[in-house]
């Protein structure tokens, strides 16, 4: 079975922090795909990144890196210097097996204060 | 990058009256998409995963004569709730893969639905 965990279900942190969001998933699959994706208030979910099995490297983009460690199970996102804009709610997600259906985690949402 | 449009936006019924949404990939085409269910506060639900040129592949629980689902064309698929009633109200999301990222979902803007 496939399952995704998405243990902090909200986070408040004030301007400038760096936060981390914690992603943890099962599966038995040897080829899957992990994802984030930001849902915004407007409801759009907005593709963030996509990481295959293969791949355990760190990524980095701007404010934002992720760190997949297959060790542990984890695709964990930390945004550094967060700003209001970065409130939102994000998912984790994985996509394996033959449908590549995506299951999701139940989100994180992530609330920044002025 | 890739863009997927969905209309309407919002839409108000009254109960006992079918509503159609559209899904279409902009700038790809899309064999497959998708269609999801998100109550507050919660994770997306898959209802259905749309294929084009044939029938959609429905998630246990999920009505088939209920919410239908048209994929015509590789831009274009369609959901229609019939007969609505006030528990059909929810937001309902879009995506298409997207097969130059293997794997990769992008996903519409939503559709908030409100039976009356």
């Known amino acids: 079975a496939q399952k995704v965990t998405q243990a902090q279900t909200e986070i408040s942190v004030v301007e400038k922090e760096d936060v981390t969001l914690d992603c943890v998933y099962e599966t038995r699959d040897t080829t899957y795909y992990l994802f984030w994706y930001k849902q915004p208030p407007s409801g759009e979910l907005v593709f963030l990144i996509r990481r295959n099995s293969f791949d355990e490297q760190n990524e980095i983009s701007g404010r934002y890196s992720w760190n997949f460690q297959k060790s542990t199970s984890s695709f964990n996102f930390t945004i550094t210097a967060s700003q209001v804009v970065d409130s939102a709610v994000y998912f984790c997600a994985l996509a394996g097996g033959a449908t590549n259906k995506l299951i999701f985690g139940t989100g994180t949402l992530l609330a920044v204060q002025p | 990058g890739a863009v997927v449009s969905q209309h309407p936006s919002w839409v108000i019924c009254k109960s006992g009256t079918s509503v159609k949404i559209e899904c279409r990939s902009l700038d790809f085409q899309a064999t497959t998409m998708f269609w999801y269910r998100q109550f507050p506060k919660q994770s997306l639900m898959l209802m259905a995963t749309?294929?084009?040129?044939?029938?959609?592949?429905?998630e246990q629980g999920v009505e088939k004569d209920k919410f239908l689902i048209n994929h015509a064309s590789l831009t274009l698929s369609t959901l229609t709730v019939t007969s609505a009633h006030p528990e059909d109200s929810s937001f309902y999301i879009c995506?298409?893969?997207?097969?130059?990222?293997?794997?990769?979902?992008?996903f519409g803007p939503g559709t908030r639905l409100t039976v009356l």
């Open positions: 749309s294929n084009e040129g044939s029938k959609a592949t429905y």
């Open positions: 995506s298409a893969r997207d097969g130059r990222l293997e794997g990769t979902q992008y």
